[in-house]
Structure formats: C-alpha cells, structure tokens
C-alpha cells in the first residue's frame, strides 16, 4: 500500500527539517540547550546529550508520521471495506532489530562516559564537600584548610521579604557565595560529597558533576578543569525552606595561583613558595583588622583578614583595652563569623547555634578561645587569625546582644594556642 515516491518525499522533508532544527539548536545552545562545561567529560555529556536528542526527534517524526499518514491515506471515507491483514513476519523482525540497533549504538558510547565518570583513581587533589542547611563546606583532605560557602551578603539582604533591593542591582544574585570553592587548573581533582541534615546535591553545570550529598553515605565524583575561569551551580536537590539560596561557586586557578591561594589560607609564608610575601603579612594585625572592608565588602572577599597570621605575636602581647577590642572585634566577627552565626548573633540553627545567651559565649573563656581556634562540626578552625583578631571576636561575642562575659586579651588567646 505504501507509494515509494511519497515516502522519498517525507524523507527528504524530515532530513531538511532536521538539519535545520540542528543548525537552530546550535545558535540557541546558550538559552535553551546544555552548556559544553570546560571538562572532558561535560564535552562527552554534551554530546551524548544531543546525539540522543536527535536520534529521539528521527524515530519520533518516523513514527508519528506512519501514523499520521495512516490515519489521513486509509481514513474510512477513502476505504469503507478496511483490509484485514494479520500478522507480518518480516515487519516484526524489522521493527525489533531496528530499535535494538539503535539503543546498543546509544549504550555504548553512553556507558563508555558513565565509567569514565565513576573513575576516581589517580585524582591529584581531594576536596570533601559536606552539604548543610543552607550552605557548603570545603575541606581540603590531607591540607588541613577546611571552609563554610554561604550564600553572598548582598545576594541574602537582597532576598529578604520588603527588602526594598531589586535583586536585578545585584550582581549575580543568587549565584555569589561568601567563599567560592578554589580549585586547580588540569589537575584531577576528587570529591567525596556528604551532607549534615538532610539530602542536598551537589551540582556544577560546566563541570558535569551532580551527584547527591546524603547524610552518613559519601559519593565520589571527580573533575578536571582545562581553563581558569569561574564555575557556578546549586544544590539539585529540595532540601528544605532555603534549598533556592545554597548556591555553589567554583574558582578554577592555575596551579601555581592556586598553591599562593592555599599557603597563604593556611598562613604559610608564601615566599618559601618562590613567590613574593603578600602585604598582609607584613602589617602588624591590629591595622590588619582596623583596615577590614565594611562587613559586605569583606565578607565577599575574606580572604585578606583570614591572611593575618600569628606571626605578628609582638603587637598581640599588648593588652588592649575594651573599646579597642570591641571595634576590630566587630569587624573580624562581620566578616569570619556573621555569615553563619548571624549579625544578630542568632545564628541559623540548628547547625548554627545562637550566640545570645550562649554557653560557650557565656562560659570560661579558655574554653571559648578554644571553641574558636580549633572549631567543631560545621565551624571550620580560625586558627589562622591572628591573637589580636580572635580576641577581638571572642570580646565582641562575650559583650553583646546582651551577652555580659570577660573581656579576652591576645595574651590569652596566644597561650591558649599552647
Ligand atoms: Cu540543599
């Protein structure tokens, strides 16, 4: 029943049509298609990606159209007597090897990227991403340097009910994090990735990485970035009130940045690293931290005040008097501390305690210098402040939002390092 000629016609009209749906599908690909990432593998993703699109479009219009041409050439006014053909050997042989072919032909190359993707060994670097609510942290395993990324001061204000911001002044809104996740150019870096509360998803488009972040479980993924650049991407799954604020930012530096970037966050002297001293190492602390941004400015960019190192021992052993402590101990706690613990001190708990009323903040102070210096949970160590920088924080903490404790001096907090 079939007329040859109408079937090369069809064709010819569903390969024209293809093409161009292909050539579209090329300019639109920044809007409306996946993007090509800068890893091997999401350049395999993306190519998978679209060559089952298209194998899925072909056997749609093959398909949709016998129906349709079916339905319209053998409609019951053109054929009242319906013919009652049964059964085709040949057609079922051809329409199971057919569909057979082409879902090996999509496995392999599939299944060829799906291992590649689960192949962790040999990684160079091992970054352990523990999700929260709301947020990320970072450690660097075997570097000691662990870090929070939250979402961004100016992208959280914004969000506020009545904020009165329009979130389109804001840059990136709701893609900035207070801390991106810095990582190394053409290094294979793995991550193992767990979460605190309650599933979150890692996700990083240009990398290709999803995976789930699942309480007492750790999943493996891995990446290695051809290009610096700056990544962006969120928690994929719904993890509660503010899963839409946990974005995930990814600095992707060359080798030798990154290693300055990592000494000078563990507070090595980067000059043993053949590099010159950042300034912040020379300056005695206590201009370090009256030099601090303003709380939005710095909490964008900590990286200065975290630089402060105790080294400048000297200039901590001075005692300082209250007000002193109060002013650059606001100033560290806008920038180190209020992204989490709020600047109401009311934290976000339960994996950020209210500061107000505390029993830490309230308690010895021994006991709450340590709490700082070397961290619990979720709070990652502040012992790369300066003396002078964590007994500032720890008086702020002690003496306000109705807090009413001693005042820490640098002296205490230097023989608590002991
Ligand atoms: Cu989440």
Redesign the pocket.
Known sequence: MFKSGLIARAAAGVATALMSGVAMAEEARSQYNLPKGVTEISREVYWLHNAVLIVMCVIAVLVFGAMLYSIIAHRRSKHPKPADFHESTTVEIIWTIIPFFVLIGLAIPAAGTLIKMEDTRNSELTVKVT?FQ?GWKYEYVGEDYEFVSMLAADSNKARQLDSGIDPKSVPNYLWEVTNPLVLPVGKKVRFLITAQDVI?AWWVHDLAVKKDAIPGYINEAWTKIDEPGTFRGV?A?L?GRD?GF?PIVVQALPETEFKTWLAQKKGIDVASLGKAPPVTQEVPVTTTTETAASPAEAAAAPVEVAAATPAAAPAAAKALSKEELMTSGKKVYDTQCAACHQATGLGLPPNFPSLVGSKIVNGPALAHIVHTIKGQGLMPPFGSLSDADIAGAVTYERNSWGNKASVVQPSEVAAARK
């Open positions: 999700g709301w979150h928690c799954e993890c899963h946990m």
